[in-house]
């Protein structure tokens, strides 16, 4: 899915090591004392180092979105997955009740988390995040066509991210989840060429290797390919669409 | 209703069908152009007029790419090109305002200013009547920010026990936006909110974005956009006295699926559009995101501007779809031959006949938000208490969306009525007393708000979405519908198809 198209040059072959989390700190240092912090992560788990300054090399650690999950091979998500249906909308993603979280607030960051996905019917037994706990075990979802549609809270792909979610494959996205998505980096909206809502169960172990577009599914044992991300890709990897528009020297770096 | 307030147009601003497939630029997409999807019985063959007002054609463009174009400084953009395009208006609210301030002042610094004070329009309206802390702290937010930046279009709510003593206070943004002035056509209004393509009635270009891109455009007034195609809905023929413009949008809806029109344009002509008033167009664009639109567009006349006339000074130039223009389809309808609509739970694409769903049990019925809480959808609920002369058979909550719409609820004679406003016809009903202005219970909200379905309830609602939970019950079943089959229902108890009382 063509999302950003390069009208800035990208570093060639920006090498990165897969993270959950996209995020980054500005290497200048800033006049800002700001306690917004939009990609903010677990402090304990916050090692963000990369610099927008270098040319191509770009230097990220990740966050294990929840110690159930790990992350291995650069360019790889790995762990369990939770699989949804068809039309998984905002409201299911985060009910409005809980949009009165404001995302750009560290805490408020981490509540919104602990929501996610909790507007999906009683159908749902097994839930994305059990009940007393505040990260899911799933780090990656696997859901039909037209995931998230609905609103155009960021609240949505922000729950997500916080709630130790990594990535979405996807049959198909609405387009404001997807660019939001992007636009954040909180978690990497992945497509697919099969419905694999039909084809994995809840729980199965997956992986996704980014660089080969595909799925692993470990449990049955079988390969997916994946849509590649195109133009997307580069947004999310450098973290958002400010750290990618300063990378490419679409706004000026501070 | 919507119809008589409006001449007759003496003419149509597109070819013969036929013109269609012809596309002036070789850069266009020709696999497409020609598409076609009939989905009722053709339509009267339209008149022609000249290609007046759309300037030079040498390079044929939809109204979409125009706006975006114009906007981004160049002679041209073709669907799939991303390009920078200057804002008009940013417009945000107590949901996202917060975020996309705390974006802004974490990327562009605590003292930066916004690119433009009076290009920015925010509007408390989703949880302001909540004794939520949380809910009520993030207006106070809004007021910190707009005192800061002394932006000029800030309606705000200090005293939340009445709202009438809060002159500034409006209500749903996109109401308001449109009542205000702000909805202007041939240009580009984002806003923190994905109805705001409702503006798109104007022949502006207007999407919904996120915190993200809104925190972006607040410091540089530009954002990144692709230029999406245009799918162009021709919709002929007289609007039948039953159906109003909710009617033809669930059928639009229900034709192209809730991602039909995904990454697209919906362009929406034809003799019955160019009848429509301009809250019943507002009603059309207004859901083009439940079929996954990025923006729904409606080529300005007359109706447009004599509704803009003592809203606004700024000068505006309205752009048209060029005679050669490709579009990626285009569905045609004829209006006369519709019915009453209802979108079932839990998808605003599941579509059947008001008629169809008689036997279903109904516990409340809702009428509100920007979908279907403005003045003309209380004067239609209105009307139909008033034929049928009975007490509605369930509670019937009623939520003006802004302060101006509930003025005229209390204060507009109802045709036909002898001189009774809405209330007045309400209250004979039976109805709940409208409530204060905003997006009410259409989204659930916080736990105290009016009307919120806390129960596993069945409603019929003039809102927008039927998601599983969107009013506020995980379990909850919403049956969307215009305010005839709302008001019809809530006579009955019964999803009901309005033609029982309006004939």
Known sequence: MSFFSATATVPQNPTFVSSNKLSFSLSSSSPSTSSFNFLSFPSSQSIFCKSI?????????????????????????????????????????????????????????????????????????????????????????????????????EHAPVALGASGAAAVVAESYARIFFRNSVATGEVYPLESETRLCEECHTGDVVTVELEENRLINHTTGKEYQLKPIGDAGPVIEAGGIFAYARKTGMIPTR | MASSLVPPPTTSFFHTKKDLSLSASSQRCQKHASRRVSCSIAAPQQTQRQPSTTGSVKTAMTMTEKILAR????????????????????????????????????????????????????????????????????????????????IKYFYDIKDLSNFKVNPDYKGVCHVALAQEGHCRPGEVLLGTDSHTCTAGAFGQFATGIGNTDAGFVLGAGKLLLKVPPTLRFVLDGEMPSYLLAKDLILQIIGEISVAGATYKSMEFVGSTVESLTMEERMTLCNMVVEAGGKNGVIPPDNVTYKYLEDKTSVPYEPVYSDQQASFLSEYRFDVTKLEPLVAKPHSPDNRALARECKDVKINRVYIGSCTGGKTEDFMAAAKVFLASGKKVKVPTFLVPATQKVWMDVYSLPVPGSGGKTCSQIFEEAGCDTPASPSCGACLGGPKDTYARMNEPQVCVSTTNRNFPGRMGHREGEIYLASPYTAAASALTGYVTDPREFLQ
């Open chain 2, 71 to 150: 906007a981004a400084e160049k002679e041209k953009a073709t669907p799939g090109d991303n390009i920078w395009v200057n804002v008009d208006v940013l417009m945000t609210h107590d949901v996202c305002g917060p975020g996309s301030i705390g974006i802004f002042k974490k990327e562009f610094g605590e003292d930066a200013k916004v690119w433009d004070r009076e290009k920015l329009v925010i509007i408390p309206d989703h949880y302001i009547f909540t004794s939520d802390e949380r809910a009520n702290r993030n207006v106070d937010i809004l007021r910190d920010f707009c005192q800061e930046q002394n």
């Open chain 1, 53 to 153: 300054t270098a040319s191509s090399q770009i230097a990220r650690a990740h966050a294990p979105p929840s110690p159930a999950t790990t992350t291995t091979a650069a360019s790889s998500f790995h762990g369990i997955c939770y699989v949804v249906g068809d039309n998984i909308d905002t409201d299911q993603i985060i009910p409005a009740e809980h949009l009165t979280l404001v995302p750009s607030k560290p805490d408020e960051y981490e509540k919104l988390g602990s929501f996610a996905l909790i507007g999906l019917p009683d159908s749902y037994t097994v839930r994305f995040i059990e009940p007393g706990e505040t990260k899911t075990k799933y780090s990656i979802v696997i859901g039909g066509a037209n995931f998230g549609c609905g609103s155009s809270r």
